[in-house]
Nanobody
Framework: QVELVESGGGLVQAGDSLRLSCAASGLTFSRYNMAWFRQAPGKEREFVAAKNWAGAGGSTYYADSVKGRFAISRDDAKNTVSLQMNSLKPEDTAVYFC????????????????????WGKGTLVTVSS
């Protein structure tokens, strides 16, 4: 049974920072490609960031909307992936999901994440102005 559990969400003000974490179990974490997606109320789910497994080069990817502000990292020894979010904006308000997939992320993949293998239940991030 694969389980992804997010934590670290909360209420912050614009310009603040927040760090999300995801603990994975039930899979060989180091062999999986990890990503973060988000969904704001009334909006479509969207890609945020990804970090592929070492066998796929360990490459990182970011949505244009978060590039330069967010940073994804993973710790294979602890089966965790994190998302450091800086300079938060009200438009970053969303439920953030941790995602694992057997296939590496790349720029041509569906930004809605419909083909990703495993999803966490999400953690809510609210950014006030």
């Amino acid at each position: 049974q694969v389980e992804l559990v997010e934590s670290g969400g909360g209420l912050v003000q614009a310009g603040d920072s927040l760090r999300l974490s995801c603990a994975a179990s039930g899979l060989t974490f180091s062999r999986y490609n990890m990503a973060w997606f988000r969904q704001a109320p009334g909006k479509e789910r969207e890609f945020v960031a990804a970090k592929n497994w070492a066998g796929a080069g360990g490459s990182t990817y970011y949505a244009d909307s978060v590039k330069g502000r967010f940073a994804i990292s993973r710790d294979d020894a602890k089966n965790t992936v994190s998302l450091q979010m800086n300079s938060l904006k009200p438009e970053d308000t969303a439920v953030y999901f941790c995602v694992a997939d057997r296939n590496p992320w790349h720029s041509g993949r569906n930004p809605r994440g419909t083909d990703m293998d495993y999803w966490g239940k999400g953690t809510l991030v609210t950014v006030s102005s």
